[in-house]
Antibody
C-alpha cells in the first residue's frame, strides 16, 4: 500500500494560483500502470476528479477545469503537483491526491481507473 | 459525460440490518467500470469495490457489489457500527472519473 501526503498553502487569494504537492512513499511515480491524480471535495459535498498524470507524463484533465489545471510529476523526488490558476471562492475545497489504477479498453487506450490509495486531504480556502 | 445518480440520499438503519445502495448511470458503463468508496467524517474515501463486484484488499465480505449496464448496487449484508458513513460510486472508462453524489448510511 502506497502512502500519499499533500502539502501546500491552506489559504490562497482570489485570482492567484493554487499550488499543491503530493509526496509518495511506498511506491514509485516512475512505475507504469498508475495514474497520479488530484480529486477535490467541496465542503459537505461530493467528489470531483480534477486530473491525472502517468509515468510517461501523459496528462488527463477534467474538461470543466482543463484551461486552469496543470499536473506535473517529479520522479526524482517521487512527487507530483497540482496548479490551479485564477482561483475564486468556488475553488475552496479539500484537495486529495490519490493513486489510480490504469485500465485499458479493447483497443489498448487508457480509459482511466479507480483510486486505491488516497492522501489525507488538505483544506484550501480561497479568500482575500 | 456519464452522470451517476445515487439513491437514496440517506438510509436510516440499525446495526445488524442489511443496506442496499443504488447507483444509476445516465449511459451504459462499459466493462462494469464501477467502483464504490466509503468515507467517514474527516477522512479520505476508502476503496471498497472495483470492477462492480471485486472487493479491494482488506474489505470484509459483508460488502458486496453487483450490477451491469446502467444499474449498480452496493450491499452491506449486516451493518456493523463502523459501517455508518457516506458511500460514493464512481465510474471509469468514460470521462475518466465521475462520482455519484453519495448516500449517507446513518444509525436509526
Amino acid at each position: 500500500q502506497v502512502q500519499l501526503q499533500e502539502s501546500g498553502p491552506g489559504l490562497v487569494k482570489p485570482s492567484q494560483t493554487l499550488s499543491l504537492t503530493c509526496s509518495v512513499t511506498g511506491g514509485s511515480t516512475s512505475n507504469g500502470g498508475y495514474h497520479w491524480s488530484w480529486i477535490r471535495q467541496y465542503p459537505g459535498k461530493g467528489l470531483e476528479w480534477m486530473g491525472s498524470i502517468d509515468h510517461r507524463r501523459s496528462t488527463y484533465y477534467n474538461p470543466s477545469l482543463k484551461s486552469r489545471v496543470t499536473i506535473s510529476v517529479h520522479t526524482s523526488e517521487n512527487q507530483f503537483s497540482l496548479k490551479l490558476s485564477s482561483v475564486t471562492a468556488a475553488d475552496t475545497a479539500v484537495y486529495y491526491c490519490a493513486r489510480g489504477i490504469v485500465h485499458y479498453d479493447s483497443s489498448g487506450n487508457d480509459v482511466g481507473g479507480y483510486f486505491d490509495d488516497w492522501g489525507q486531504g488538505t483544506l484550501v480556502t480561497v479568500s482575500s | 459525460e456519464i452522470v451517476l445518480t445515487q439513491s437514496p440520499g440517506t438510509l436510516s438503519l440499525s446495526p445488524g440490518e442489511r443496506a442496499t445502495l443504488s447507483c444509476r448511470a445516465s449511459q451504459t458503463v462499459s466493462s462494469k467500470y464501477i467502483a464504490w468508496y466509503q468515507q467517514k467524517s474527516g477522512q479520505a474515501p476508502r476503496l471498497l469495490i472495483y470492477g462492480a463486484s471485486s472487493r479491494a484488499t482488506g474489505i470484509p465480505d459483508r460488502f458486496s457489489g453487483s450490477g451491469s449496464g446502467t444499474d449498480f448496487t452496493l450491499t452491506i449484508s449486516r451493518l456493523e457500527p463502523e459501517d455508518f458513513a457516506v458511500y460514493y460510486c464512481q465510474q471509469y472508462g468514460s470521462s475518466r472519473g465521475t462520482f455519484g453524489q453519495g448516500t449517507k448510511v446513518e444509525i436509526k
